[in-house]
């Protein structure tokens, strides 16, 4: 889509897993930018987690991780993004611009993401955790307080920061998307609902499994 840093020479190596929301954010900028990566998937159940050469990576051990064209890694989905979408129209340059970015960035690490993945991981990712569960009711009623305040800014916006898609679009798109693997129901959400359809239908938009267009 854009003429970028990063979409020429080496892919960039990205370590993820699978499943991982937080790893489908930087394929998804990756493909809507044309930024080639070379993908490195862990296993969770394998420990490959616990090894001690991905402590010296990534120290909180965990994904996704990405290798800098400067050859260093760098860990945490939102400063990826910041990374990748530098120099292209996902990152504007004005400074007012970026904050209002960064702003999204900061909802969606402090009062989306949790609430939305760890009933997904326990209900449908591991099974440990029945749907009714008070935990998982606890986090869909803070999940839902923080998809209130996003209906009603796309309600009256395109695109969550700006009148286009930016790299806080890409960062809410995934946890959201899979909100239903956690008992989470999106139909009352009509402006969101729309808005993540036309996340899909950007040009270059990847599924959570690359052979699987219905994870898209
Ligand atoms: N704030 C981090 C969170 C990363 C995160 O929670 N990654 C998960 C996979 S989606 C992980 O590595 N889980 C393994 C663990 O925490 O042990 C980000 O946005 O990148």
Not at 80 to 87: Q, V
Request: glycine share 6%.
């Amino acid at each position: 889509m854009n003429n970028t840093p990063h979409n020429s020479g080496q892919p960039l190596e990205l370590i993820d897993t699978i499943l991982s929301g937080n790893g489908w954010k930087v394929r998804l900028l990756a493909g809507y930018c044309d930024i080639p990566l070379q993908r490195r998937s862990l296993s969770i159940l394998d420990g490959d987690l616990e090894a001690e050469s991905f402590a010296a990576i990534s120290p909180l051990r965990q994904v996704p991780v990405l290798k800098t064209r400067e050859g260093a890694w760098l860990a945490e989905s939102s400063a990826i993004l910041w990374y990748l979408g530098e120099g292209t129209s996902f990152l504007p340059n004005e400074a007012s611009e970026r904050a209002r970015v960064l702003q999204w960035l900061m909802f969606e690490q402090t009062k989306l993401m949790w609430n939305l993945a760890q009933p997904r991981l326990r209900i449908t990712l591991r099974q440990t955790m029945d749907r009714n569960d008070p935990r998982a009711q606890r986090w869909r009623e803070r999940g839902y307080q923080a998809l209130d305040v996003l209906e009603t800014q796309l309600s009256q916006h395109a695109f969550v920061a700006q009148a286009q898609p930016t790299i806080a679009d890409v960062a809410l798109y995934p946890y959201i998307r899979m909100a239903d693997q956690g008992g989470y129901e999106l139909t009352r959400f009509a402006h969101i609902s729309k808005w993540l359809a036309r996340m899909r239908a950007l040009p270059g938009h990847v599924p959570l499994l690359e052979n699987d267009p219905a994870s898209a």
